[in-house]
């Protein structure tokens, strides 16, 4: 049985361009999402816009790495973007290496954006989307309260075809993030 770990999340740097590759890279991790597997050039891409975003005046977008404790190299990352500022909305994601998966991780990082969303960020409603074949996101989505709005059709283009998306949502006024 995996055990759980301790992680801590910090700001993407170039440097970690190798280490968001070696889960990028590997089809199982991306089989669900509009990106990858990824070649190396296209990690790279990554790491630049996420760099780009993070320095950005008007801020949007943030992403963290999410980094072993023990050892410090980095498991994977998450993130919050805000999607409407009027109407103060954000969605979560997060890709967590499959080494690593079943220990909790992606239940604690999607916990701590919402806290960052709610919290630092002044929104009022944090979703999630994520494809209906994904068990272990949907679970991670119910662990942290967020409630399932839906099914949106045709959401998104994959390399195989399009596909659809639960929507998941959390208010700050729902009682685990208060």
Same mark, same amino acid.
């Given at each position: 049985?995996?055990?759980?770990?301790?992680?801590?999340?910090?700001?993407?740097?170039?440097?970690?361009?190798?280490?968001?590759?070696?889960?990028?890279?590997?089809?199982?991790?991306?089989?669900?999402?509009?990106?990858?597997?990824?070649?190396?050039?296209?990690?790279?891409?990554?790491?630049?816009?996420?760099?780009?975003?993070?320095?950005?005046?008007?801020?949007?977008?943030?992403?963290?790495?999410?980094?072993?404790?023990?050892?410090?190299?980095?498991?994977?990352?998450?993130?919050?973007?805000?999607?409407?500022?009027?109407?103060?909305?954000?969605?979560?994601?997060?890709?967590?290496?499959?080494?690593?998966?079943? /220990? +909790?991780?992606?239940?604690?990082?999607?916990?701590?954006?919402? @806290? !960052?969303?709610?919290?630092? #960020? *002044?929104?009022?409603?944090?979703?999630?989307?994520?494809?209906?074949?994904?068990?272990?996101?949907?679970?991670?989505?119910?662990?942290?309260?967020?409630?399932?709005?839906?099914?949106? /059709? +045709?959401?998104?283009?994959?390399?195989?075809?399009?596909?659809? @998306? !639960?929507?998941?949502?959390? #208010? *700050?006024?729902?009682?685990?993030?208060?």
């Amino acid at each position: 049985m995996k055990t759980a770990m301790n992680f801590f999340m910090r700001e993407i740097t170039s440097e970690d361009w190798e280490a968001v590759h070696s889960y990028a890279s590997i089809s199982d991790v991306c089989r669900f999402q509009a990106w990858g597997p990824n070649s190396e050039r296209e990690t790279k891409l990554y790491i630049e816009q996420v760099l780009t975003d993070t320095n950005a005046e008007n801020r949007t977008r943030y992403v963290w790495g999410l980094a072993d404790v023990e050892e410090g190299h980095l498991i994977g990352t998450s993130e919050i973007n805000v999607l409407d500022q009027e109407n103060e909305i954000g969605r979560i994601s997060y890709v967590i290496h499959p080494g690593y998966w079943g /220990r +909790g991780i992606a239940t604690q990082a999607a916990e701590q954006m919402i @806290s !960052y969303g709610f919290q630092q #960020l *002044a929104l009022h409603r944090v979703e999630a989307v994520c494809d209906p074949r994904n068990a272990a996101a949907i679970r991670v989505l119910e662990k942290n309260g967020l409630e399932k709005e839906g099914r949106m /059709r +045709g959401h998104l283009k994959l390399n195989q075809g399009w596909r659809d @998306s !639960y929507l998941y949502s959390i #208010l *700050a006024t729902d009682a685990l993030y208060r």
